[in-house]
């Protein structure tokens, strides 16, 4: 007879997090977020307000950020890689 693991519901929320672009968290925008969403829109807010350049100058230009998620076994995966 076979045996069955047990069925858990204590599954962990995923966390998000943006990083720089050495894979490693940012150092002035590190937190966690509750989505892929809300993580990116902050971060898209951060660097359209950076330095003394408006959002018009930089809508166009990469975003040097990428975002990573939590996994079950407490590890991060890269959802987005930097781009710049």
Known sequence: ??????????????????????????????????????????????WNTIGGLGARSRANSPIGLGVEVSTENGHWRTLRHPQG
Not at 12 to 36: A, I, M, T
């Open 1 to 46: 007879m076979a045996t069955s693991l047990p069925i858990t519901s204590s599954r962990q929320p995923r966390r998000y997090r943006l990083v720089d672009q050495h894979g490693q968290p940012h150092p002035e925008l590190d937190q966690d977020f509750e989505s892929l969403e809300e993580a990116w829109d902050f971060a898209t807010q951060w």
